[in-house]
């Protein structure tokens, strides 16, 4: 058995990072950027007024100077003409400041009789003037790889960026096996059980960027095992949940290397999740889950998002931790890394009591993983613990 670092150590070198596709703007959000991109102007692209107002000259600026009204400068209609002294040109907020004017003084602060407006007294001191390239200049990074969010998108609308250049999203084949396994929605025989963590998987992998594919249910046989690999040698990824372990009926491995799978490794100093294994099959990486649906969402979170992530382009990194205090004690932990479903607040960690690894309902109120180490001593209220939020 490997530790769980040495694992995602061998994960991320089974890894292979996908290629850039160019997708429209409007679908690039939640994306991974997988080229830096330059703007392709510089915004604002003209000294801008930010309210809407008079355009003059500070020089002669005073309480009681009046200026004569020229002409409009509204946005995307520039002033053509020169502000010269005792001169204003109207302005609304986005329109080019026109030539020789060098302050927008707001509409609230002056008193205006036909074409002439006198300056009040306690007027907003401000120049109301965006320079030209205070937002971004021509040739302006964003920087790859990163995820692109809704104010990236903006971003690179705004710098005339239409198609983006993302990573390919890794395509999952996800396989359940088991004979005891019916669909939702079928109604199962005495001894079978509805097949869930395929389900989970394939919602957590999607909503971390992968694009998963659920395939029909594979039987506990190295025929049905195999039809599902070949179902599935097209996949990025391909990953089976269950018949991992060491039963008469765990054929998983057995098949996997009748494919053709080399192994790099097979189980892990975890708990939940022991019965894990990884390799390469075809052009695909493969990710074998134990069957326990807890097992199984605990993998994923642990091991294959963090796959994803670097099939992706990003950092090769391990699920992002935080550190919190306990707010009860916990009895000392046995030989394996335990990833402990509990609840995290404001006030701090509650372990949960059960923790079996085949309870669904304990992992849906769960909000966090807590990683108690190998032979970690018992814990005291107050004791810091790391988690990792689910
Ligand atoms: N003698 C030993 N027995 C077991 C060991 C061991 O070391 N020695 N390890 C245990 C651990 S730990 C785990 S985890 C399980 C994992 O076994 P498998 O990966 O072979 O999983 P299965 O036996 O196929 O299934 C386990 C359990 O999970 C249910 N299951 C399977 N797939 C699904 C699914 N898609 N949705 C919902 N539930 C599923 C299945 O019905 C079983 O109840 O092995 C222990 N045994
Ligand atoms: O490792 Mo198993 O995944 O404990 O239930």
Same mark, same amino acid.
């Given at each position: 058995m490997i530790s769980v670092s040495d694992a995602l150590d061998h994960l991320f070198a089974l890894v292979r990072v996908l290629p850039a596709e160019h997708v429209p703007l409007r679908v690039a959000?939640? @994306?991974? /950027?997988?080229e830096t991109v330059r703007a392709t102007r510089t915004q604002p692209p003209f000294a801008a007024s930010a309210m809407d107002g008079y355009a003059i000259? @500070?020089?002669? /600026? @005073?309480?009681g100077a009046t200026y004569r009204i020229i002409g409009e400068a509204a946005a995307g209609h520039r002033f053509a003409g020169n502000v010269g002294n005792a001169e204003a040109v109207r302005i609304f907020t986005g329109a080019p400041v026109p030539d020789g004017a060098d302050c927008i003084v707001i509409q609230e602060d002056v008193d205006r009789e036909g074409d002439t407006i006198t300056l009040r007294d306690n007027r907003d001191s401000k120049s109301h003037i965006r320079a030209a390239g205070q937002d971004f200049q021509v040739g302006d990074p964003i920087e790859a790889p990163c995820i692109l969010n809704p104010s990236d998108v903006a971003l690179l609308a705004a710098m005339n960026v239409p198609r983006v250049p993302v990573a390919r999203k890794p395509s999952v084949a996800i396989i359940p096996t088991g004979d005891e396994l019916v669909q939702p929605g079928e109604t199962p025989g005495p001894d079978q059980i509805i097949a869930s963590n395929s389900y989970g998987l394939a919602a957590l992998l999607e909503a971390n960027g992968a694009n998963p594919r659920l395939l029909p249910i594979a039987r506990d046989t190295t025929a049905s095992l195999a039809l599902a690999f070949n179902l599935a040698k097209d996949a990025d990824l391909i990953i089976t949940i269950g018949g991992a372990s060491v039963g008469d009926h765990d054929l998983v491995g057995e098949a996997a290397a009748q494919g053709g799978m080399q192994q790099a490794f097979y189980k892990v100093a975890m708990r939940p999740g022991k019965p894990l294994m990884a390799g390469r099959i075809g052009s695909a990486m493969m990710v074998g889950l134990p069957g326990n649906p807890v097992s199984a969402m605990v993998c994923g979170h642990v091991f294959v998002v963090p796959v994803i992530r670097a099939m992706l382009?990003? *950092?090769?990194? *391990?699920a992002q931790r935080k550190s919190v205090t306990l707010v009860h004690d916990i009895d000392a932990n046995g030989p394996r890394e335990h990833y402990m479903r509990g609840h995290v607040t404001a006030e701090g960690l509650t372990i949960f009591e059960r923790q079996d690894s085949a309870l669904l309902r304990v992992l849906a109120n769960a909000n966090c993983l807590a990683i108690r180490p190998a032979h970690d001593g018992p814990r005291m209220q107050g004791d810091m613990l790391d988690i990792i939020m689910i």
């Open positions: 959000a939640g @994306r991974v /950027l997988a000259n @500070r020089a002669g /600026l @005073r309480t382009g990003l *950092p090769a990194q *391990p």
